[in-house]
């Protein structure tokens, strides 16, 4: 299937955030062979061509850090503190949470964010089989994180699973799956479990993602049990020797600062979960500033509760020009960087995707601007940070591959899945 | 035209704070007349029914602060200081404004605000009388601010035209329009013109509302000039006697709050603006523990950058328990409050719209539930504050006349409005 986008302004997210007006992209064997003006094209004879002056191309969204199948707690508990929250609501419904079902809540997370406009996740979830299947199925490009708990039975059998599991799945959908060491973080796994996972990572050539320094409370707990911040500690027992991506990084200090910037450490930046936990507001445009690799991330639809990345790039951009007080902090263009080549570095994917660029996987979406809220159209980057929505997604792709087109979705059956979803939803709230 | 919505789940807004499901609404002369369980709605005869296991409805949208025509400068300028957007960008731009731009620009406001859900507006611009026109058009309630900069000429004149123009609109369109006056500013109009617009507001029973504690530098500015801060100065002047709606309200002091809390004083909340101009994070939370009254406003689309009260919504529950390190702060709840009731109270519109109750006026919305994002159906108010968006709008009334039905405006011409608004800003960034 060759597909031809033309004419489309194209908004490129590469080194020079190039904005293409009357552009036209190429899409052969999966891949961008052509992104550049229209007149300019070289000869080419698609299968299918779509273009028209409001729809604007750019890059696919990347989701850095989620909990995708969480979209079955969406709205089960909100506005409480994080023990009750845990205890009282989250974890018992979670306790009778089965393989199938984690299967159909991957699966409506892929509906919500194919229909936002997001191509990538990074997810990190308990069945990570069944999150992949659903990639797989839907034509989603993911990083699953093998997921690791060390106060859970087994957790060595574990750990040595997770290796199988890097093996088994690495390049597996015509390489759309690259599989993570995902140990939660600092307070529930221990130092010989780190060690065995750093080992793994080593090993099999996997990066590793984890939770690190979110919370106060958190920061406290590892400096007490490690006998340093959580930065310090992955930076003492060799985590940083790789590249790493740390979910939320809210509290470090100047200490931390520096070894983030002397090493391949990235953030994963949740600011609407990060705000709505009320964990606080991480200092992104200082990291920026030091150039810390940032991406972007929902983190779990419990603590969101959407997945809509439009939403974290509006606030990457606007919460701290608040919090520095500066109104030139983090600009339009970091902001729509961390959601597009920014993410693809977090992941490690950068050479294939995260810009529209000859030879890159094509990884691709028209964003409609035919619409009351990005008229007039003075500035189609403001407009796709500051006015834009999930909603303004006409038409997804994946390695050259339609998973929406046109508002309607090609490769997953949304109402079955919404239908399966509250189904299983209704079951586990009457388990819990 | 009588309406009968039903089946529907209702979410009221009123002090119950009711939901019920399977609800049935029923709309005759453009006011509630029943709302409540289908199997004891009375015989009624509607010209038209709708509803479905997918629709939720619940009271209009309130924007109790914004600058709708500036959607004509959306996207122009961002990332940039106060003083340089001003003296650059926006005021070399406003430069060549002529009443038909303003007519054009709010209709095209009016189409954003009508297509995500929002009835009521609080308006503050140049040419009021053509953002009148746009409201009495396309069926919008409306609050205009007859605006006030006392540095422009002729600013007496304008306070007498000030008067005239809310004696001649107020009730105007079936009582949809209720004329505010709107003096700018403490640091934009002198203690003589304050005194004046005071006494037309007493004299024509017309509220006041105003920008009031946005930025540090306006207090420094507002103390230097008048002696005390923003909010003691508007007590001590009188303007507090009366009820007054304040926009921002960033930076109060312990004693502003006491005033606040002891006078008929509301504040305009307009969280995602504070934040992209770096004004600050208003300590709302404070605020409604004290029980001062808050609605909520995008401001203006130069500074925001688009008319989504669901945004604002979210930002309203979310920002604050970062900023207070409180997961409790601000619930779901008071968030949705904010934009019904609260806002309603903001407006003196209390007794007319803001809830589902019998005897109010019709402004209603209908959200389709039918959506990835707001599956699996936990908790309807949480969708609606921490999952929903503009797009889930599926159909709105004021006063019982559809706006939009399945989508669809049916009160303008939305593909017009855009290309004339294309038409006027391409010219107006020519001459600036």
């Known amino acids: 299937m060759e597909i031809a986008l033309s004419p489309v302004t194209a908004v490129c997210c590469d080194a020079e955030f190039q904005v293409l007006e009357d552009a036209t992209i190429h899409i052969e064997n999966g891949r961008i ?33 989620t909990h995708a199948a969480m979209t079955l707690c969406r709205g089960y508990a909100d506005d409480m503190a994080l023990e009750p929250w845990l205890h009282d609501k989250i974890w018992p419904y979670e306790r009778n949470l089965e393989a199938h079902h984690v299967y159909v809540g991957t699966m409506l997370a892929i509906a919500e964010m194919i229909r936002g406009g997001t191509t990538t996740f990074c997810d990190m979830y308990f069945f990570e089989r069944e999150g992949v299947r659903a990639a797989l199925e839907t034509g989603m490009r993911m990083c699953p994180g093998a997921v690791l708990l060390g106060f859970l039975p087994q957790a060595d059998e574990k750990i040595a699973a997770a290796r199988d599991f890097v093996r088994e799945f690495r390049g597996a959908g015509d390489g759309r799956i690259t599989p993570f060491l995902a140990p939660h973080s600092l307070y529930t796994c221990d130092a010989p479990q780190w060690d065995k996972i750093i080992a793994v990572a080593r090993d099999t050539d996997a990066r590793i993602t984890t939770h690190a320094a979110e919370t106060r409370r958190e920061v406290a707990d590892v400096t007490a049990q490690w006998g340093q911040s959580p930065i310090q500690t992955l930076h003492k027992i060799g985590a940083l020797d790789a590249p790493l991506l740390a979910a939320h990084s809210v509290y470090t200090d100047e200490r931390d600062r520096e070894i983030m910037a002397a090493t391949p450490f990235f953030v994963a930046h949740n600011p609407q979960s990060n705000l709505k936990l009320a964990s606080g507001i991480a200092p992104i445009a200082d990291y920026l500033a030091r150039g810390i690799g940032v991406g972007l991330g929902p983190d779990g639809p419990a603590s969101n509760n959407n997945l809509d990345m439009w939403e974290e790039m509006r606030l990457a951009a606007t919460l701290h020009k608040a919090a520095t007080l500066d109104p030139t902090a983090v600009s339009a263009r970091a902001a729509l960087e961390m959601v597009t080549m920014g993410g693809a570095k977090c992941l490690g994917l950068e050479n294939e995707v995260g810009s529209l660029e000859i030879g890159k996987r094509a990884d691709i979406l028209l964003v409609d601007f035919d619409k009351p809220h990005l008229t007039p159209r003075h500035n189609v980057v403001s407009h796709l940070v500051y006015a834009a929505g999930a909603s303004d997604v006409h038409s997804v792709m994946v390695d050259g591959k339609w998973l929406l087109r046109g508002g309607e979705f090609r490769t997953l059956d949304v109402a079955r899945v919404c239908q399966e979803s509250e189904a299983i939803a209704r079951d586990l709230v009457q388990r819990a």
Chains 1, 2 share one sequence.
């Open 33 to 65: 062979s052509y992104v550049g003006p229209q007149h300019y094209a070289p000869p080419f004879a698609p299968d299918e061509t779509l273009g028209g002056p409001h729809l604007v191309a750019m890059p696919g969204l990347i989701n850095t850090h």
